[in-house]
């Protein structure tokens, strides 16, 4: 039996416990939270989970295999690295770390201890995303040309974190697991209307190759949207995340284009075929995700979204902060 020890019990922690405790062969021993209030909840949910204020408790105890970090960017460092030295796998939240210098610290005491990270990337286990993964593998796309992502709404506002490390971890890593290709540079635009983290802003990330790739994030939007278009070379793809039944719609449209002999005898057919909706399950991602992790652990697997994948995000995240500071100028990454 794998116990489990949360630390944080805030807006998503309730959902970390609920499926841990759901999985067989693991059990919530301990929660975590500064909050009294937040303890009375565990308390009456779970009789049987020990609660306290003391994060030392949970990293501590030797009853305890695994500790889910679910708190502020600012702690997740120093609660992941007392844990691992404490000999305990994690399971972060997103986004992994406040700095790149710190998850890569972070993967060498895991690497030393053989202790596994997992990072919450949670949309990486829905079934539009999963599904998503296997088109672009069966070559349904083609060569990829765009990956253009929305996610916009009004609130909730972060004090500790801009727009972008609260809102783009998402999209970050689900295009670092849609495409194998790995970017080389960022550039990105933003702008602070409410107080002085940014609210709004445009990301532009460049491969080695021909994609291109295009976020808005954006907490001034009248209207929730989580929709990602991916054009490829045979057919493109809309994912409406808020779209209850036709979730991914592929549509065979695209521009095929011949040349005869000169530069200026381009020739450009626009093709407009079917669109086909693939089905997708309902199953709760983070089900999954826990299931996944626990897994791992038994097993001694590498989780794919590791601390490795959290890095790349942390990477990407930080090169965009960079990139504000000096106007928008592309940072390599």
Not at 104 to 123: C, G, P, Q, Y
Not at 125 to 154: P, Q
Request: overall charge negative; hydrophobic content about 40%; charged content about 25%.
């Amino acid at each position: 039996m794998l116990k489990i020890g949360v630390i944080g019990y805030g807006y998503w922690g309730p959902n970390i416990v609920r499926n841990f405790n759901l999985v067989d062969g693991a059990k919530v021993a301990a929660v975590c939270d500064k909050n009294p209030n937040a303890l009375a909840r565990v308390r009456k949910n779970y009789p049987d989970i020990v609660t306290t204020s003391d994060s030392r408790e949970i990293v501590t105890s030797p009853d305890i295999d695994i500790v889910t970090v679910i708190t502020p960017v600012s702690t997740h460092y120093e609660l992941a690295k007392a844990a691992l030295l404490n000999d305990k796998h994690v399971f972060v939240e997103k986004p992994f770390t406040s700095t790149a210098a710190q998850a890569e610290e972070l993967i060498d005491i895991a690497e030393s201890k053989n202790l596994k990270i997992m990072v919450d990337h949670t949309f990486l286990f829905t079934s539009a995303v999963r599904k998503i993964k296997e088109i672009i593998e069966a070559d349904v796309l083609g060569d990829l040309y765009y990956y253009d992502s929305t996610r916009v709404n009004l609130g909730l506002f972060q004090h500790d974190v801009n727009v972008i490390w609260d809102l783009s971890p998402h999209d970050f890593s689900i295009m670092d697991y849609l495409i194998k290709e790995k970017p080389v540079g960022v550039a990105a635009s933003g702008r602070a209307h409410i107080n002085s983290k940014e609210d709004i802003a445009y990301i532009m990330v460049y491969f080695p190759n021909s994609i291109i790739a295009h976020f808005n994030v954006n907490w001034l939007s009248p209207v929730k949207l989580r929709t990602t278009l991916i054009g490829g070379e045979k057919k493109m793809l809309v994912w409406n995340d808020l779209d209850s039944d036709e979730k991914i719609k592929v549509y065979d449209r695209g521009v095929d284009v011949t040349t005869k002999e000169g530069l200026y005898d381009l020739l450009v057919n626009y093709r407009s075929g079917d669109m086909w909706a693939p089905k997708v399950d309902q199953t709760e991602a983070l089900r999954l995700e826990t299931e996944y992790f626990l897994n791992c652990i038994k097993k001694d697997e590498r989780p794919f979204n590791d601390g490795q994948a959290g890095l790349r995000v942390v990477r990407m995240l930080e090169a965009c902060d960079e990139s504000l500071r000096h106007d928008g100028k592309m940072v390599a990454i």
